[in-house]
T-cell receptor, first 115, second 112 residues
Framework: KAGVTQTPRYLIKTRGQQVTLSCSPI?????VSWYQQTPGQGLQFLFE???????NKGNFPGRFSGRQFSNSRSEMNVSTLELGDSALYLC??????????????FGPGTRLTVL | GQQLNQSPQSMFIQEGEDVSMNCTSS?????WLWYKQDPGEGPVLLIA?????ELTSNGRLTAQFGITRKDSFLNISASIPSDVGIYFC????????????FGKGTRLSVIA
């Protein structure tokens, strides 16, 4: 079974631009979560989608948004990029089995550099 | 956002030595997880702990869920060069897919 794939792997943008990152979950996984990883703050939860609906949201400004499609693929968008948005953006997919913990499988990430 | 206190931040050890790292939180978690991240890759789950006091092994790795539910440790025995990487602890509250809260990681270097 193929793992979580993220595209692109690397991206360079300038301040003020916007960017869209894509994540394809493991086949059969319906939940997709996004995390931001930086040296200073570590791994921080951005948001989680299930059945095309945002289920949880982390403490990030409204410039960060996402969506999920009917095939469970997800995209996240960052508008009006700032230097501090430079980070590794990780996507994780999992099955949805109710109240028990559902293991999240991470993709390799998209390295975003904002100049 | 909330984070876990993970220590040490980095370790340099000789091949064959044992390693111990731990994680503490001001909040109670229902699940503790330990991940390893290699350069250019996403984190990979090593061990999951679901019950206070639980001690679980995965090969040379052993992890425990603290009885207070606010801490966990990971031990690696007889380290080898491929153990090099960044180890993260993470906690979550069992409720569907609640988000993971991560520690800042322990960077492990193994000297052959």
């Amino acid at each position: 079974k193929a793992g979580v794939t993220q595209t692109p792997r690397y991206l360079i943008k300038t301040r003020g631009q916007q960017v869209t990152l894509s994540c394809s979950p493991i086949s059969g996984h319906r939940s997709v979560s996004w995390y931001q990883q930086t040296p200073g703050q570590g791994l921080q939860f951005l948001f989680e989608y299930f059945s095309e609906t945002q289920r949880n949201k982390g403490n990030f400004p409204g410039r960060f948004s996402g969506r999920q499609f009917s095939n469970s693929r997800s995209e996240m968008n960052v508008s009006t990029l700032e230097l501090g948005d430079s980070a590794l953006y990780l996507c994780a997919s999992s099955e949805w089995r109710g109240a028990s913990y559902n293991e999240q499988f991470f993709g390799p990430g998209t390295r975003l550099t904002v100049l | 956002g909330q984070q876990l206190n993970q220590s040490p931040q980095s370790m340099f050890i000789q091949e064959g030595e044992d390693v111990s790292m731990n994680c503490t939180s001001s909040s109670i978690f229902n699940t503790w997880l330990w991940y390893k991240q290699d350069p250019g890759e996403g984190p990979v789950l090593l061990i999951a702990l679901y019950k206070a006091g639980e001690l679980t092994s995965n090969g040379r790795l052993t992890a425990q869920f603290g009885i207070t539910r606010k801490d966990s440790f990971l031990n690696i025995s007889a380290s080898i060069p491929s153990d090099v990487g960044i180890y993260f602890c993470a906690g979550c509250w069992n409720s569907g897919n609640t988000p993971l809260v991560f520690g800042k990681g322990t960077r492990l270097s193994v000297i052959a």
